[in-house]
């Protein structure tokens, strides 16, 4: 497989559930993040990781917890969502953070339902 | 921190037409890039153009970096074409991408 894949691809659950995204990138980068996108809103970043470090957290909830085992897989672990997380989660890849790192290739995305 | 935004935020062409979408940002940019998001929710990447004009096919792209600007240029668009257009762009603190909020493209055969 090339580029950035992601799975399940749709995934419906309920409150009490706990799930997990997988993302794995197969273009030799070493930076990785998950994007939620919601009906009528830009594409927020949610976490970053850099040579399998966390350096951005933009105040997400606990319930969405991050791993990065190494710099080619990346997870969203999900636990006791509520119906408004309901949306399209994209992972992406990049070369190292840092100045004009070049671009940025996205998976095709994890459509969840929460019920 | 930066601002993104897209005009015009909807866009109905007839199949053949030539369009020209924006994106302006508030700040300097080391990074900007056009992506097309199809109807399956996948993000394609157009165009890594944090600067100067760049040409693939039928599209093209320009960004005036010291203007705040980039523009996107579809020439004899196909119905293929249609789905949402997004530039996203990152400033001198990394490559975490901020998004504008998209031009939805409709092209009718």
């Known amino acids: 497989e090339t580029g950035v894949t992601q799975t399940p691809r749709h995934l419906v659950m309920g409150m009490t559930n706990k799930k997990s995204l997988k993302c794995e990138q197969h273009?030799?980068?070493?930076?990785m993040y998950w994007y939620k996108q919601s009906a009528k809103k830009p594409l927020e970043l949610m976490f970053v990781?850099?040579?399998?470090?966390?350096?951005e957290n933009n105040s997400v909830p606990s319930r969405f917890s991050p791993e990065c085992p190494n710099s080619s897989h990346l997870f969203l672990h999900l636990h006791t969502l509520q119906p408004e997380d309901s949306a399209l989660y994209l992972c992406?890849?990049?070369?190292?953070?840092?100045?004009?790192?070049?671009?940025?290739?996205f998976g095709p995305g994890t459509r969840l339902t929460v019920l | 921190g930066i601002q993104v935004e897209q005009s015009p935020p909807d866009l109905i062409l007839q199949e053949g037409a030539n369009s020209t979408l924006r994106c302006n940002f508030s700040?300097?940019?080391?990074?900007l890039q056009w992506f097309h998001q199809n109807p399956w929710g996948q993000l394609i990447n157009l165009f890594y153009?944090?600067?100067g004009t760049k040409q693939n096919g039928r599209l093209s792209a320009t960004t005036v970096a010291t203007e705040r600007y980039s523009l996107l240029y579809i020439s004899s668009s196909q119905t293929t074409d249609s789905g949402v257009y997004f530039c996203?762009?990152?400033?001198?603190?990394?490559?975490?991408?901020?998004f504008g909020g998209g031009t939805r493209l409709m092209v009718k055969p």
């Open positions: 992406a890849s990049s070369h190292e953070r840092g100045l004009g790192s070049g671009s940025v290739f």
């Open positions: 273009l030799g980068h070493n930076a």
């Open positions: 990781y850099s040579l399998e470090e966390r350096v």
């Open positions: 700040d300097s940019v080391n990074n």
């Open positions: 153009i944090p600067s």
């Open positions: 996203a762009v990152s400033n001198n603190a990394g490559n975490m991408l901020t």
